[in-house]
């Protein structure tokens, strides 16, 4: 399963980005997915799952700031960010699974990554 991200660009406190996360229809439509974020130093961190009823899960920090949600038309997920602040810089990733079919912040849940996209907010 092939997930490839896109939308990641430096931004001002304040501002929004659209991230995007394209992947294969089979998968698009029967894995949970999710947006996960990762700072050099730190664990991965999942910030908001989705699954394939369409049940999200946001991490508490991102709650009113952030909406994940699922283009079935272009098997495409998409993290919308306002508000965005200085400690929402860092790499995001794009994942799938098929691991558990309820929507998960849990990173064993997930059996494929994407490869990144930088986001980054200075003042």
């Known amino acids: 399963v092939q997930l490839t991200e896109s939308g990641g660009d430096s931004v001002q406190v304040g501002g929004s980005l659209r991230l995007a996360c394209r992947t294969s229809e089979y998968a698009y439509r029967r894995y949970s997915m999710a947006w996960f974020r990762q700072v050099p130093g730190k664990e991965r961190e999942g910030v908001a799952g989705?699954?394939?009823?369409?049940?999200?899960k946001y991490i508490e920090s991102v709650k009113g700031r952030f909406t994940i949600s699922r283009d079935n038309a272009k098997n495409t997920l998409s993290l919308q960010m306002t508000s965005l602040k200085i400690e929402d810089t860092a790499m995001y990733y794009c994942a799938a699974g098929n691991q558990v079919p309820i929507a998960t912040l849990i990173e064993v849940d997930f059996n494929y990554w994407g490869q990144g996209t930088q986001v980054t907010v200075s003042s």
């Open positions: 989705v699954d394939s009823e369409g049940n999200i």
